[in-house]
């Protein structure tokens, strides 16, 4: 339950310097961070399942590489979802986004919180 808890709390911290560092990426504040991370928690355990199912041929025939594309339209969905308090301007904003979530979650939050 730790472990979940901390990488929660690096997911939101992660959406939040997004936020103040990238163009096109904007949360209102911490608060809507922390609504994102749960949007985006509760669209990882449902709806991502499902895209990746029916998109597995194409990330099969591009060696994984799609799976960017499924976190973009994942992350777009939440930004829809909030409305004006997290707001993503397109979808290359979305896929670099997809790319960094998954580099600093790869490189930090998986090795903190491995057994």
């Known amino acids: ?3 979940l808890l901390i990488r929660f709390c690096l997911n939101v911290l992660i959406l939040f310097l997004l936020g103040q560092f990238l ?5 209102a504040n911490i608060g809507a961070a922390v609504l994102a ?10 709806v991502r399942p499902v895209l990746a199912f029916f998109a597995w041929p194409v990330t099969l025939l591009t060696l994984g590489l799609f799976s960017f594309v499924i976190s973009a339209v994942t992350l777009l ?3 829809f979802l909030m409305g004006d308090l997290f707001i993503i301007s397109s979808f290359w904003v979305a896929l670099l986004c997809a790319v960094i979530l998954a580099i600093v979650q790869a490189l930090v939050i998986r090795p903190l919180t491995k057994k």
């Not at 991370?37 to 449902?46: D, G, M, Q, R």
């Open 1 to 3: 339950m730790v472990k």
């Open 23 to 27: 163009e096109g990426f904007y949360l």
């Open 37 to 46: 991370s749960i949007v985006l928690t509760v669209l990882n355990w449902t």
């Open 77 to 79: 969905l939440a930004a």
